[in-house]
């Protein structure tokens, strides 16, 4: 995945997380939208990670492409 896909996908599921935190507003979320805006936060943090990875391979002349995504388990405790 290169970065401009990378991007792509974090649009798109910044997207996503508004629309729900937006109908949140009229309504409380039931247990699958609550579930579903946690896993748009670890999909998001897990994106962030892979671009981070490729940036830092390419400024180091390594492949970017050699970047894997971490697992949510992985990601998740990073301090912010």
């Known amino acids: ?3 401009a896909t990378i991007l792509q996908l974090v649009s798109e599921l910044t997207d996503e997380e508004q ?4 109908s949140h507003l009229n309504a409380p979320l039931s247990g ?3 579930a579903r805006l946690r896993q748009i ?3 998001l943090d897990q994106c ?4 981070r990875q490729r940036r830092a391979r390419r ?3 390594e492949d ?4 894997t995504v971490r697992p949510a388990e992985v990601v998740e405790k990073y301090l912010q």
């Not at 962030?48 to 671009?51: H, K, N, S």
């Open 64 to 67: 970017p492409d050699e970047a």
């Open 32 to 34: 699958d939208g609550l």
């Open 41 to 43: 936060e670890i999909e």
């Open 48 to 51: 962030w990670d892979l671009l």
């Open 19 to 22: 629309r729900l935190e937006t």
């Open 1 to 3: 995945m290169d970065d």
């Open 59 to 61: 400024a180091a002349g």
